[in-house]
T-cell receptor, first 115, second 115 residues
């Protein structure tokens, strides 16, 4: 009964490089959410995706950030040309259905460090 | 705009004593409310949620929370604290219908339970 899987767990990048974060939802879940947690802060919503569709990206920075959830394979959060301010923990969550009352189950997170 | 306030950065409790972690919210409609716990370097674990119905909600690990509409609060409680309850606790809200599935988190409260 695997939960939400994220990899890598830790990622170090130099300024200007690209970061790719992967999320495999719980079995049977087709709704994925990405959140970012800056040091000593709560989580901030970034994007909500269903298979092959972006439903709500109101929390995504307008530049350098993109997300996808293809028909096959994990969801990917991509950060191009990383800057030091991108250093944070990125959490993925998944839910079974799209109802707002549905519980979101979180993965262990990817901790990104930009040097 | 929707918001969640956790007025205490840290709560200290002796083992065996009751604990309360406070949460207040601000939404224009009827809220869906959630509590999550985060252990060091781990993802968030779901504790409980209020959607509708009974104002007292029981969740995992002996935790419960009471929804109080007049005070716009959703405080987390446990009758007898354990040292293993020491962690970071987050309150979150979704405001339907326009909130989609976007969890709005508080800044978190660090609970320290002393032997």
């Amino acid at each position: 009964n695997a939960g939400v899987m994220q990899n890598p767990r830790h990622l170090v990048r130099r300024r200007g490089q690209e970061a790719r974060l992967r999320c495999s939802p719980m079995k049977g879940h087709s709704h994925v959410y990405w959140y970012r947690q800056l040091p000593e802060e709560g989580l901030k919503f970034m994007v909500y995706l269903q298979k092959e569709n972006i439903i709500d990206e109101s929390g995504m920075p307008k530049e350098r950030f993109s997300a996808e959830f293809p028909k096959e394979g994990p969801s990917i959060l991509r950060i191009q040309q990383v800057v030091r301010g991108d250093s944070a923990a990125y959490f993925c969550a998944s839910s079974l259905d799209r109802g707002v009352e549905e519980t979101q189950y979180f993965g262990p997170g990817t901790r990104l460090l930009v040097l | 705009a929707q918001s969640v306030a956790q007025p205490e950065d840290q709560v200290n409790v002796a083992e065996g004593n009751p604990l309360t972690v406070k949460c207040t919210y601000s939404v224009s409609g009827n809220p869906y409310l959630f509590w999550y716990v985060q252990y060091p370097n781990r993802g968030l674990q779901f504790l409980l949620k209020y959607i509708t119905g009974d104002n007292l909600v029981k969740g995992s690990y002996g935790f419960e929370a009471e929804f109080n509409k007049s005070q716009t609060s959703f405080h987390l409680k446990k009758p007898s604290a354990l040292v293993s309850d020491s962690a970071l606790y987050f309150c979150a809200v979704i405001e339907p219908p326009g909130g989609y599935n976007k969890l709005i988190f508080g800044a978190g409260t660090r609970l320290a339970v002393h032997p």
